[in-house]
């Protein structure tokens, strides 16, 4: 039963990477890749069985396992937790960055002699990278049968999700059968494919239609393409606005940049009445690195708005424990919130904070947490960023006007911030288990670590501005050497956090 004044969302799903290993986590300087002995694969393929059995407890119903960059073939991390959302009865997703995986889906001993099975380029060239040419039929057929056997490889899975390389300018075909297609008609060519081949295998299975990037700015053309009947009515489609503002509500109308990002999930709700799910960024490592963002307010509020466009799925991304030492009053408050567990976020986070910190320390941390919220609104502030910048905190983007002020509200952030030890000392002198005083300090690592991450954000920013006015945009040999030390600074000063508190994850942020 849902408590008063909150609402519940059908769907309510962790979505989770089932393996780090193979992530990029760091734009713009040039980092080494990462250390072998800082992952270990078997270690989080457990962090997010417990994960899921930790969402399962506050309302989560459901998960997408996003298998990654395998060929199309299942990380076992990933199958094992199929293997447990089949024992709870959880509906469940596979699929994923299967786009990154097109060209292994066609030998290069292939490509190297009949090299017309590779995409076209902008600049008219052959290319043996990104997606495919959909209007080649062995290209399609090729995709089509390596997707068939993911899918035949999930027996109860309910719904494949297809990402494309989705990067902006988009990595679709330039070939004289395509040129005239967007980048969203070709990937719908390959989604409607898909959709018709899963359901003469398996009736019922749904197919995700991702957009994001060029595939959610290039939105309006499936409208032709979908009243045609283009799109077969088993495709739902997955908004994923990851470089919206999180200091906002999705539709606040006072921010211009998520207003836009509102505007396409309209948009969608009419393309595909029903048929829209939501894919959230709320425990995302690589978006948020070594940040401690804790935003329940913006998510009630998100929450909300999704509710009300009638979305049939909200799902939050995370990785494992490090998801929730880092974000988890965020994973909480969507979780408690969308299942109805919760009816503000405020209830949402006491819980949390109660069941992690002790009942003691919980009003303390309660007031920590809506400390943090207020001081990090402005370093999460996008709102003035026009929609075509599509950069996040972690890296600097194209020239912008915008990079100035985002450093001032950066600097009133670290004032903010140094108030925020203090809340957490009066939490930790109401005591509680070793086990309370561990999540205790892994909290004050997490804080000390996004103040590191708020210099190098400054830095980053700074990077920007240059190239803005017309300086140099690459970086410095010392500005990668102080990002990579800061970072060596952040890895060291985790190691006193236990293993199970920290996560794999973290040790996939390199260096
Ligand atoms: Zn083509
Ligand atoms: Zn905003």
Do not use: K
């Not at 080494?32 to 002995?37: G, H, K, Q, V, Y």
């Not at 980048?183 to 018709?196: C, E, F, K, N, S």
């Not at 979305?311 to 998801?323: K, N, P, T």
């Amino acid at each position: 039963m849902a408590a008063n004044g909150s609402m519940v969302i059908p769907g309510r799903a962790w979505s989770v990477e089932a393996a780090m290993g193979h992530c990029v986590i760091w734009p713009g300087a040039a980092v080494p890749a990462l250390p072998a002995d800082r992952y270990d694969g078997r270690a989080y393929a457990r962090e997010l069985v417990e994960l899921l059995a930790w969402g399962v407890e506050r309302g989560i119903n459901g998960i997408d396992i996003l298998h990654g960059e395998r060929g199309g073939y299942a990380d076992p991390g990933g199958l094992l937790l199929e293997d447990e959302a089949c024992r709870l009865g959880l509906p469940f997703a596979v699929g994923g960055h299967v786009g990154h995986c097109f060209p292994a889906w066609i030998p290069a001993a292939v490509t190297a002699s009949r090299p017309e099975l590779c995409r076209v380029d902008a600049d008219g060239v052959r290319r043996p990278t990104g997606n495919l040419c959909t209007a080649d039929p062995e290209a399609l057929g090729r995709a089509l049968g390596m997707l068939s056997m993911l899918h035949d490889r999930h027996p109860a899975a309910r719904l494949l999700q297809v990402f494309p390389d989705d990067v902006v300018g988009g990595s679709w075909c330039h070939c004289a059968r395509c040129r005239d297609r967007s980048p969203v008609a070709q990937y719908a060519t390959l989604v409607a494919a898909v959709a018709g081949v899963v359901e003469a295998r398996r009736p019922g299975t749904q197919v995700g239609f991702l957009l994001y990037h060029d595939t959610l700015s290039g939105l309006p053309e499936p409208a032709a393409v979908g009243v045609s009947g283009f799109l077969p009515p088993n495709v739902y489609a997955l908004f994923a606005p990851r470089e919206r503002c999180y200091a906002h509500a999705i539709d606040d109308p006072a921010c211009p940049r998520n207003q836009a990002y509102w505007q396409h999930l309209v948009r969608a709700a009419s393309l595909f009445p029903g048929r829209v799910d939501v894919f959230e960024y709320y425990g995302d490592t690589i978006l948020w690195h070594y940040f401690n963002v804790a935003i329940p307010a913006v998510i009630a509020a998100d929450l909300q708005a999704y509710h009300r466009l009638g979305v049939r799925e909200v799902q939050a991304l995370a990785f494992g424990s490090y998801s929730v030492w880092a974000h988890g009053a965020n994973l909480a408050a969507f979780a408690g919130l969308s299942a109805g567990q919760a009816a503000d976020p405020d209830t949402a986070v006491a819980r949390y904070a109660s069941e992690r910190y002790g009942h003691r320390a919980a009003d303390c941390m309660v007031t920590y947490y809506q400390a943090l919220a207020a001081a990090q609104c402005g370093y999460l502030s996008m709102c003035d960023y026009p929609e075509e910048w599509t950069c996040d905190l972690r890296g600097v983007g194209p020239a912008s006007p915008h990079y100035s002020a985002h450093r001032e509200r950066v600097a009133t952030a670290r004032a903010a911030f140094a108030g925020l030890p203090d809340l957490l000392a009066a939490a930790a002198r109401h005591g509680g288990g070793s086990r309370e005083a561990a999540c205790l300090h892994a909290e004050q690592v997490s804080l000390e670590n996004a103040r590191t991450e708020l210099d190098l954000l400054d830095l980053r920013l700074a990077i920007g501005e240059r190239a803005t006015a017309g300086g140099a945009g690459a970086w410095t040999e010392a500005e990668t050497a102080a990002t990579v030390a800061a970072r060596q600074g952040q890895w060291d000063l985790a190691q006193a956090v236990p293993a199970e508190i920290r996560g794999q994850a973290f040790g996939a942020l390199a260096p």
